[in-house]
């Protein structure tokens, strides 16, 4: 097999110490990423939503398939429907009126100190929600038909820099997970062989936002990281 076309790759530049500096401050920033559940209804710009996910479709890929669709939802009635259908899953999920909950006790447990249950005002509330979708066969045509590979290890990078690119434009975001999710292909008119893989909340965080305590309890360097 002959190689295909290459192109020359260059990076600016740096010194150790710019290196350690620029890597030291952008690790600082995301820091202050914080999960939000307290939307303003304030608008944000459609730019900032166009750059978040064009900076997301710069991601590496399995044989550079993109297998990947961001399904962008602005509309009140929209936002409305999919909430609803999300709040019966969710309702089932929590056994929400006494019904037995799909969550096991250990699940539940552990999301006793952030405080979720079955409401989801956010999805209303929030200006954008993007919806993310892993298409299990496209290619870059999106014939429906070839394989794509290592989708969800794509698709995960791809959301990292989509909510990296937010947080730098000042958004607040929030990853929502309803299960089941077939719903959302049906509300954004998405095939059959795309999954959807989460629901990206963005907006600016409500004037009396806060987050729980919890969340700011991250593992130490030495805990996730080991050197070889």
Not at 27 to 34: G, N, P, S, V, Y
Not at 88 to 102: N, S, V
Not at 163 to 177: C, F, K, P, Q, R
């Amino acid at each position: 097999m002959s190689r295909s076309e290459t192109l020359p790759y260059t990076l600016a530049p740096l010194t150790d110490e710019e290196a350690i500096a620029r890597a030291e401050a952008m690790a600082e920033h995301l820091k202050q990423r914080r999960t939000c559940r307290d939307f303003s209804s304030e608008p944000v710009p459609r730019a900032v939503i166009e750059a978040a996910i064009m900076a997301a479709g710069s991601a590496p890929s399995g044989a550079n398939h993109q297998p990947w669709h961001f399904a962008v939802v602005e509309t009140a009635a929209k936002k409305r429907a999919i909430r609803q259908a999300a709040e019966a899953e969710e309702r089932q999920f929590y056994g929400a009126g006494g019904e037995t909950p799909k969550a096991g006790d250990a699940w539940l447990a552990a999301l006793a100190d952030l405080g979720t249950d079955a409401d989801k005002p956010f999805l209303e509330n929030a200006p954008f929600l993007i919806v993310v979708f892993a298409q299990r066969k496209g290619g870059i045509a999106e014939d429906g038909q070839t394989q794509n590979y290592y989708v969800n290890e794509s698709v995960g990078i791809a959301c990292g820099m989509l909510i990296s690119t937010l947080h730098e434009a000042g958004m607040a975001t929030l990853t929502h997970t309803p299960s089941p999710m077939g719903f959302l292909r049906d509300a954004c008119g998405r095939p059959e062989w795309e999954k959807p893989l989460m629901i990206v909340v963005v907006g600016r965080p409500a004037a009396d936002a806060t987050v729980p305590a919890h969340a700011l309890k991250k593992k130490p360097l030495n805990q996730i990281a080991s050197w070889l």
